[in-house]
């Protein structure tokens, strides 16, 4: 079975400043990522995701995440947070065949004025 | 469009009894998804279905849950007999056919005593 290991299970920031939400995975075989976010209150939703080509990937909102293939990691940046970034982000890893799908156990993000 | 829908929303329960979440999802979506996330962890997927298929069952505990997805549209997920491990955020997702982007429901929390 995948693991997906998010090893840091809160985050403080102050605002504006950049900020890095690691996620590594165990796998031999050739994978797809991704990271959903939740906020206060709402569901999961896809926040970005990697299928295939380019390695570097990026949301609307400005976060970016990069596969790192050799390093098995997916991890999640964005260069200047806002406090409205301030949610539960977890990684996920499907196998393919749209389905297998596995989740981190997730990261706080506290962003602070 | 209408989000994925779960019923209840809180459930609080005996040990020892039975509980069945129901889940609607977007229109259209032919693939739909049962997760467990325990407080602390990131969602379990216990079961993936396709149409009225299922397509992945092998990490649902098949001695006390049992889902069903009658005429490929909504579907039932119930727990008997339930156990005090089994407190948790039920959460039910859908997704068009060959895609990986899943669109979640705002979860149950069930509360086993």
């Known amino acids: 079975a995948q693991s997906v290991t998010q090893l840091d299970s809160q985050v403080p920031v102050f605002e504006e400043a950049p900020v890095e939400l690691r996620c590594n995975y165990s796998?031999?075989?050739?994978?797809?990522l991704f990271w959903y976010v939740q906020y206060p209150n709402q569901g999961l939703q896809l926040l970005l995701k990697?299928?295939?080509?380019?390695?570097l990937v990026e949301s609307i909102n400005g976060f970016e995440a990069e596969f790192n293939k050799s390093q098995t990691s997916f991890h999640l940046r964005k260069p200047s947070v806002h406090i409205s970034d301030t949610a539960e982000y977890f990684c996920?890893?499907?196998?393919?065949?749209?389905?297998?799908?596995?989740f981190g156990s997730g990261t706080k993000l506290n962003v602070k004025p | 469009e209408a989000g994925v829908a779960q019923s209840p929303r809180y459930k609080i329960i005996e040990k020892r009894q039975s509980v069945a979440f129901w889940c609607n999802p977007i229109s259209g979506h032919a693939t739909l998804y049962w997760y467990q996330q325990i407080l602390g962890q990131g969602p379990k997927l216990l079961i993936q279905f396709q149409n009225n298929g299922v397509v992945d069952d092998s990490q649902l505990p098949k001695d006390r849950f049992s889902a069903e997805r009658l005429k490929g549209v909504d579907s039932t997920l119930k727990i008997q007999p339930a156990k005090l491990e089994d407190s948790a955020v039920y959460l039910c997702a859908s997704s068009p056919s060959d895609s990986y982007e899943q669109y979640f429901g705002p979860g149950t929390r069930l509360t086993v005593t």
């Open positions: 990697y299928l295939s080509g380019s390695t």
């Open positions: 996920a890893v499907s196998r393919g065949n749209f389905n297998k799908f596995y």
């Open positions: 796998s031999s075989v050739s994978v797809y």
